[in-house]
């Protein structure tokens, strides 16, 4: 990496591919934004048993986040598909040792974003970008929306809201991801990222 650049932490979990594809999106955004550069990150699943059951490494896509990548973000977009609602275990154990982060203050004043999937059209979109707002809050990062400046969030079928970038990937996973939910992703993308440059110049 750039040590010039702004690590933007694009921070997600993905069972099938489609929370993943937002990520993506995501990071197409920070790295439109001069001087910043998206670092893609997921968290291992975890199991009803006390044996490690995910390699060490992951078969694809991005590396396992470490807790330094937090302390070392400039700015962080938390993914996770809905889970009744809520962020997914895999996501929530994740945060749940994230202490000593908070107590340093390695996030305090940093800005951030969420962004989720659901395989239903009214599966818990909103409540789940909500909560995983929560950790974040107390944390004390900047959290950020999609403002209705963006025109995509008034004419979406398919997902977005003003808490974040959302998609409704069907039962199957098989829903491609629409015009409207691909531009409001790179928007809050880019959004994040233009944001931790004018904090960074503060």
């Not at 962004?115 to 599966?123: K, V």
């Not at 809201?161 to 098989?174: L, R």
Request: hydrophobic fraction near 35%; charged fraction near 15%; charge should be negative.
């Amino acid at each position: 990496m750039n040590t010039a650049q702004l690590p933007i932490l694009v921070l997600y979990y993905s069972r099938h591919g489609s929370t993943r594809k937002l990520a993506e999106l995501i990071g197409q955004g920070i790295d439109s934004v001069p001087g910043c550069e998206a670092r893609l990150r997921t968290v291992p699943a975890v199991s009803t048993v006390t044996e490690a059951t995910e390699p060490e490494v992951p078969n694809e896509g991005a590396p396992y986040v470490e807790l330094q990548d937090l302390e070392e973000c400039a700015g962080l977009a938390l993914g996770s598909p809905t889970r009744f609602g809520n962020m997914a275990s895999a996501m929530k154990y994740f945060w749940d040792g994230t202490s000593a982060q908070w107590l340093s203050g390695a996030l305090n004043s940093k800005p951030a974003c969420v962004f989720t999937s659901t395989g239903s059209l009214h599966g818990g979109q909103e409540s789940t970008l909500l909560s995983m707002m929560l950790p974040l809050l107390h944390h004390g990062m900047l959290v950020l929306g999609i403002p209705y400046t963006q025109p995509e969030l008034m004419t979406t079928s398919s997902g977005g809201t003003p808490y974040g970038a959302s998609h409704w990937s069907g039962v199957a996973g098989n829903q491609p991801i629409s015009p409207d939910t691909r531009a409001l992703a790179i928007a809050l993308g880019q959004r994040l990222a233009q944001t931790a440059v004018k904090l960074r110049s503060t």
